[in-house]
């Protein structure tokens, strides 16, 4: 049965607001349509929400739902940073657009780095990620995949994710079945766990539907099992 991903990485928004302007930001929308910020374009910190890893049941939380994280200030992350130095009872995982302006350097084991890729042409990014951020853990989303990437030096890489349009431009453009087989190829051929987001489903066909996560974040759902049990 094919899973969605919001119900394997929780969103936690820590920061809403963005100024890479991507056409399709269906946060953008959200933050307009409910009023949450006054300008999408002018990033807020919610330091209160980093409460929310006091929760004692383990998750995989995505902090970058709303946001990218190379529009974080420097004060943002290095608090954000402590939270999950404090938490290794959860994973956090990181996105950004924009790697080349990023200069990160952590030790932490629970912190995913990643950066998202829709095209050939963006695939720089993937080296720009490994060059100005050093961690312990990378991960690529190539969401939506507007094109063939081609070849993909993925080396390094823990985790990739496969993703095609959504909403309503999604009746005019969605991914090549051959090109999301192709990542899977590439990845698989490194051992990278690859997961194709429920929405590629009606392209690739349930049965064919690949929905790889890392250890890591397997051991943590595996966790929150036990909490469900008790
Ligand atoms: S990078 Fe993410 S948050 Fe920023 S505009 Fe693009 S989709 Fe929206």
Not at 20 to 25: A, D, I
Not at 42 to 49: A, L, T
Not at 167 to 183: C, E, M, N, V, Y
Request: net charge neutral; proline share 4%; charged share 30%.
């Amino acid at each position: 049965m094919t899973v969605c991903i919001k119900n394997q990485i929780r969103n936690m928004n820590l920061v809403i607001g963005c100024i890479v302007g991507c056409s399709y930001c269906y946060a953008r929308n959200n933050a307009r349509r409910f009023h949450i910020t006054d300008g999408f374009a002018s990033p807020v910190f919610f330091e209160d929400k980093l409460r929310l890893m006091d929760r004692k049941r383990p998750s995989n939380y995505l902090l970058t739902g709303m946001s990218d994280l190379a529009v974080w200030k420097k004060e943002w992350l290095e608090k954000t940073l402590e939270g999950v130095r404090n938490h290794p009872e959860h994973q956090f995982l990181f996105l950004s657009k924009m790697p080349e302006i990023l200069d990160i350097e952590t030790d932490l084991d629970n912190a995913w780095f990643g950066v998202t890729v829709t095209r050939r042409s963006e695939c720089g990014r993937i080296d720009a990620l490994r060059r100005n951020v050093k961690a312990k853990h990378y991960h690529v989303t190539f969401e939506p995949l507007f094109d063939d990437p081609g070849e993909v030096d993925l080396s390094g890489i823990d985790w990739i994710v496969i993703g095609t349009m959504t909403g309503a431009q999604s009746r005019k453009i969605h991914t090549d079945p051959s090109w999301a087989l192709s990542l899977t190829r590439q990845a698989s051929d490194l051992h990278i766990p690859v997961f194709w987001k429920e929405d590629l489903e009606p392209i690739m066909g349930e049965d064919a539907m690949v929905q790889q996560l890392p250890k890591e974040f397997i051991q943590v759902l595996e966790e929150q099992k036990k909490w469900k049990r008790k």
